[in-house]
């Protein structure tokens, strides 16, 4: 990363009032409501709430790491204020910078949440790509994230510090799985926070191949990357599918080739286009937007991942689905033309 000024691009468009609704995935809403309904997860969030506090979270990074500032990383802090001015974000949030050489960026806290973006990732990535990184926590601080990650945090701690008592730790770690499979799809609703904020598809691209090894520019083949991603979703047989399961497991954070298509596969449809021209849903309408709406449109995207997924266990499990939904069919047709008989139908036993 460069530390001169950033020069102030042109033409970037400003979303007033934007509703993270524009820019969440189907999947995320659907994931949380989801968590909101294991057994406990209310009454742990109340404990974690009052047990972490959100004064000990800023003070651990005013001792620890260093605030972005017109006078601490000026350009960052800049960078900063143009994203949240791009999705009317108030107030900015603060930026910590830590010292630890693994590019991570986190947006954590409870009522007012903090980003923390390490010195390793202020290495990986350029100018742009550090805009659709901010971006990207930035869109976390809109939707609210924040406090599950804090909560996901402590609870990792936790189950780690009740490793000796495994009866005692099942209900956290059920927990935990299920902030993990939530938090997987919160990073794709906030990918696309962060594109909003840069508004340039190819830094967001070079970010995620950044994060799967990519170093040189110059040696990074666009079309090669996101092929691998299709050849993970499409070969192999079901025992692969099985071993891309398990290989989720314990995972905060989708895969990164598979991320990538996926982000992509967003900025090139309408949804994008659409929040470009300044139609989205404004944050002034949340109140009226029923939530039944919102867990029709995550089951949507569910079945339509299903139903069109090039994945063997996938199809395997909609073939059962087709025959066993063919034979049910078959069945009650015929226990309906029996019924119809009426009393002539004792004659056909």
Same mark, same amino acid.
């Given at each position: 990363m460069t530390t001169e000024s950033l020069p102030a691009r042109r033409g970037r468009i400003r979303f007033t009032d934007i509703s993270s609704r524009a820019y969440e995935h189907p999947a995320d809403r659907g994931a949380l409501v989801a968590l909101r309904a294991i057994p406990g997860f209310d009454s742990v969030l109340k404990t974690l709430s009052g047990a972490i506090g959100e004064r000990s979270i800023r003070w651990l990074y005013l001792a620890t790491a260093v605030r972005v500032s017109p006078r601490q990383y000026p350009h960052i802090h800049q960078m900063l204020n143009e994203c949240a001015t791009t999705l009317d974000v108030q107030p900015v949030p603060e930026l910590y910078i830590e010292q630890d050489p693994i590019p991570q960026a986190m947006a954590i806290g409870?009522?007012?949440?903090?980003?923390?973006? @390490?010195?390793?990732?202020?290495?990986?990535?350029?100018?742009?790509?550090?805009?659709?990184?901010?971006?990207? !926590?930035?869109?976390? +601080?809109?939707?609210?994230?924040? +406090?599950?990650? @804090?909560?996901? *945090?402590?609870?990792?701690?936790?189950?780690?510090?009740?490793?000796?008592?495994?009866?005692?730790?099942?209900?956290? &770690?059920?927990?935990? *799985?299920?902030?993990?499979?939530?938090? &997987? /799809?919160?990073?794709?609703?906030?990918? &696309?926070? %962060?594109?909003?904020?840069?508004? =340039?598809?190819?830094?967001?691209?070079?970010?995620?191949?950044?994060?799967? %090894?990519? &170093?040189?520019?110059?040696?990074?083949?666009?079309?090669?990357?996101?092929?691998?991603? !299709? !050849?993970?979703?499409?070969? %192999?047989?079901?025992?692969?599918?099985?071993? /891309?399961?398990?290989?989720?497991?314990?995972?905060?954070?989708?895969?990164?080739?598979?991320?990538?298509?996926?982000?992509?596969?967003?900025?090139?449809?309408?949804?994008?286009?659409?929040?470009?021209?300044?139609?989205?849903?404004?944050?002034?309408? =949340? /109140?009226?937007?029923?939530?039944? !709406?919102?867990?029709?449109?995550?089951?949507?995207?569910y079945k339509q991942n299903f139903t069109t997924s090039a994945d063997p266990l996938y199809k395997l499990v909609s073939k059962i689905g087709s025959v066993a939904g063919t034979a049910g069919g078959s069945a009650a047709n015929r226990m309906r033309d029996w019924w119809r008989a009426g009393p002539d139908r004792s004659s056909d036993s």
């Open positions: 409870l009522d007012k949440p903090i980003i923390v973006i @390490t010195t390793g990732m202020l290495d990986l990535v350029d100018e742009e790509g550090l805009r659709f990184i901010i971006g990207h !926590e930035v869109g976390h +601080v809109l939707s609210g994230h924040a +406090v599950y990650r @804090t909560m996901l *945090l402590a609870l990792i701690n936790l189950a780690a510090a009740m490793e000796w008592l495994p009866i005692g730790a099942w209900s956290i &770690r059920a927990i935990i *799985l299920g902030l993990n499979e939530w938090f &997987r /799809k919160s990073e794709l609703s906030c990918d &696309r926070a %962060g594109l909003l904020c840069s508004q =340039d598809p190819d830094a967001a691209l070079r970010v995620h191949a950044s994060l799967a %090894g990519a &170093r040189n520019p110059n040696e990074f083949d666009v079309a090669g990357f996101l092929d691998q991603a !299709e !050849e993970y979703e499409t070969r %192999g047989d079901v025992r692969d599918s099985v071993l /891309k399961l398990l290989q989720l497991s314990g995972k905060s954070h989708p895969l990164a080739a598979l991320r990538a298509a996926e982000l992509q596969k967003w900025a090139a449809g309408p949804h994008y286009a659409e929040i470009l021209a300044g139609n989205y849903p404004r944050r002034s309408e =949340d /109140k009226e937007a029923p939530m039944s !709406e919102e867990v029709k449109a995550a089951a949507n995207s």
